[in-house]
Nanobody, 121 residues
Framework: QVQLVESGGGLVQPGGSLRLSCAAS????????LDWYRQAPGKPRELVAR???????YYTEAVRGRFTISRDNSKNTVYLQMNSLKPEDTAVYYC???????????????WGRGTQVTVSS
């Protein structure tokens, strides 16, 4: 079994910064993909950033140049550094981690519970 614990959300003024963390624990053999999603009220959940196992990254256009996804393999933790935050970044942010628990297993999707980010003056 795998558990994900998110932290780092909160209230910040426009132009400010936050860093989200998502720590995975439990039966982890291999982490394939690390994602951050967000869901604003009345909108579908959207992919914000992705880090592949080889280190390549992807960002949705709305956050490119402002957000940075990174990982600490020793801690099985993925981060999302968010700079120059805008009111339209307000949403619940979720991490999604694709983890194989055994060498013969395909990766399964594990979601964090979400952390609220509110950008407002």
């Amino acid at each position: 079994q795998v558990q994900l614990v998110e932290s780092g959300g909160g209230l910040v003024q426009p132009g400010g910064s936050l860093r989200l963390s998502c720590a995975a624990s439990g039966s982890i053999f291999r982490i394939a993909v690390l994602d951050w999603y967000r869901q604003a009220p009345g909108k579908p959940r959207e992919l914000v950033a992705r880090m592949f196992s080889g280190g390549a990254t992807y960002y949705t256009e709305a956050v490119r140049g402002r957000f940075t996804i990174s990982r600490d393999n020793s801690k099985n933790t993925v981060y999302l550094q968010m700079n120059s935050l805008k009111p339209e970044d307000t949403a619940v942010y979720y991490c999604l981690v694709k983890i194989a628990s055994r060498p013969s297993d395909p990766p399964n999707d594990y979601w964090g519970r979400g952390t609220q980010v509110t950008v407002s003056s």
